[in-house]
């Protein structure tokens, strides 16, 4: 398929080859879906034999990238396999030299602990270890070791507030407890949890929350809490009502408990089907209840940075590493605060639309710069689009561009 033609120069973002990231094009192809359909002329485009030798690790995103649901998306086996081993050459059974890459798998999701997702990898095909998976769930886990260690080192008083209440499922639980952590809530608590607001109803004085069924119901004032919760982690829960919210706010605003999110991704392509609302929707509502900003575990957070440096990445030269996600706020933010290189995939939340619209504001925001008068503003706005790691989010731009876009994940070997 002939490559689209340029569009007539303007001031245009799309016209501006440095505002546009470049497009990674299987080596067979022409060009890429995202091209055609927009019609956007990309200044640079690098095949992916090309860019698979400038990188010796890759960080996979695992939803909208991988699979959708319990579902590989097309080619990613062939993908996966083709990474398989440690990073090298070799000679393939056709003579053609292949590149072995190392590969991690880099997931938001907080519902399956890394052996859980050892095995969905196993079920569906992929060849992978323990030690490649990263979800938030374990990076949450030991976030909270680090706090606890922390405080036993400044030899603070004892307290009896040891427990951590979980909105989530088995996964996150059970991380927990592998790290040491005695736990409450979770999925333990969802049956129990068959409870309506009575004064929604139209109650009257005196009325509170309705427990139980049929005969058993009856109605209570207040709900009781354990108050040696110290941590809230709230993770996706697919069981997620108001007596859990009315319990994590207890613990929050009652016992000052610390309160940690797994992640804050708004959805999820958790079936092959439809996207779902995701685990940003339940810390939404415990944010909105107690008006405390929780830390964040998952992308793009510093402490899931903290945690690849120190556990995963070491002193590997960050040039040759690069996150694929299919989100512009979490994977490709994430790979920015990283200091790594990011491809976006086209195959899951972001739609050409959204990401157009992101280069859009980096075109507008890097001709005001360029064209401020005022040297000081100047200089300041063009600190703000190159926000360092450790930089709080304010300090960041409101747009994010990938350095590549790429179709779908599988074209990397294609």
Known sequence: MPHPSPPPASSSPLSSRSSLPCLIVPTASGCTEFAVKEGVHVGTRQTSA???????????DCDGVLWHGDKLLPGVRALLDAFAGEPGNEQAADGAERV???????????TKTRKGFLKKLEALGVRAEEDQVVCSAVVAAWYLQQRRAARAKATEPATARELVYVIGEAGLVEELQNHGFKTIGGPSASSSCRSVCAGARGGGRGAGVSAG???????????????????????????????KLQYAQLCINENKAFFLATNRDPLGNF??????????????????????????AGKPSRILREYLLRHILGDL???????????????????????VRSVLTLTGVTDPALL?????????????ANG????????????????????????????????FVIASAAQLVQ
């Open 50 to 60: 090309d860019f698979l030798a400038s990188v010796d690790v890759l960080l996979f």
């Open 100 to 110: 072995r890459k190392k590969i991690y798998f880099l997931t938001n999701n907080s």
């Open 213 to 243: 069924r049929g005969r058993n119901r009856k109605s209570v004032s207040a709900c009781v809490f354990s108050r040696d919760v110290g941590a809230v982690v709230v993770g996706l829960d697919r069981s997620f009502n108001y007596y």
């Open 271 to 296: 079936t092959p089907t439809q996207v779902w609302a995701g685990a940003g929707a339940m810390v939404a509502a415990v944010e909105a209840a107690t008006a405390t900003k929780p830390e964040v």
């Open 317 to 339: 030269p960050l040039d040759r590493v690069c996150l694929v996600g299919d989100r512009l706020d979490t994977d490709i933010r994430f790979a920015e605060r990283l200091g």
């Open 356 to 368: 157009l619209k992101n280069i859009e504001m980096r075109h507008a925001a890097t001709q005001a």
């Open 372 to 403: 401020a008068a005022d040297g000081a503003a100047g200089k300041k706005k063009r600190r703000l689009t190159t926000a360092a790691p450790e930089e709080t989010d304010e300090s960041e731009p409101p747009y994010v561009v990938p350095d």
